[in-house]
């Protein structure tokens, strides 16, 4: 596994934004977008219920 970047993060929060490269199995790709898709769209709802 590779660390392409990372940076403190830009919301003020502790810790790091970061960016990994690495060569999962086709399953462990396939959990990993469903899991980011689920984290988008909780993170959408939660600016929609804000505004």
């Known amino acids: 596994m590779e660390i392409f970047w990372a940076q403190p993060r830009e919301s003020g929060d502790s810790g ?29 709802r939660r600016e929609a219920e804000a505004s």
């Open 16 to 44: 790091y934004e970061v960016i990994l490269i690495f060569q999962p199995d086709e399953v462990t790709a396939q959990l990993i977008r469903q899991h980011v898709f689920t984290w988008e769209i909780t993170e959408r």
